[in-house]
């Protein structure tokens, strides 16, 4: 994914494209997007910062990717209004992902559209919203 140009972007749809890693600071020029799409690409790795600067976020929509554990930066702590999907990926929910559930934790209702646990095994179909520390 290359940085765009355009400081003034609000929305940017940028669904099946089949982007795999999301760079840090690719998006920083872009300081005004308010809106992300991202959903059915082959996303697997999003280094840590790439969304940062993004003070004025409002939707976040990483659905259906590649996405097993959440790198940190994911979700920005200041932007508590920021409504997020990153459903229908393939989490892994055990100890590394423990700081995503508490920010979702924190989150008002209906912020974070439910993510499902893939692995391990025996928490396969739970959701992450309502893991406790033994599962």
Excluded at 33 to 51: P, R
Excluded at 70 to 84: A, D, E, F, M, Q
Excluded at 127 to 133: E, F, H, K, Q
Aim: glycine share 4%; aromatic share 8%.
């Amino acid at each position: 994914m290359s940085s765009a140009k355009n400081p003034g972007l609000m929305f940017l749809f940028l669904d099946r494209n089949r982007i795999e890693v999301i760079d840090e600071n690719i998006l920083d020029p872009l300081w005004r997007l308010a809106t992300l799409t991202l959903s059915n690409n082959q996303i697997n790795k999003i280094h840590d910062g790439a969304f940062k600067n993004l003070a004025n976020f409002y939707y976040l929509n990483l659905s259906r990717n590649s996405l097993k554990i959440p790198t940190t930066g994911l979700v920005n702590p200041k932007n508590i209004g920021t409504s997020y999907d990153f459903s229908e990926n393939p989490w892994t929910c055990d100890c590394h992902i423990k700081e995503f559930h508490d920010y979702l934790q924190r989150l008002p209702n209906r912020r974070a559209v439910d993510i499902v646990c893939a692995h391990p095994d025996h928490l396969r179909g739970r959701n992450l919203r309502n893991l406790t520390a033994s599962g």
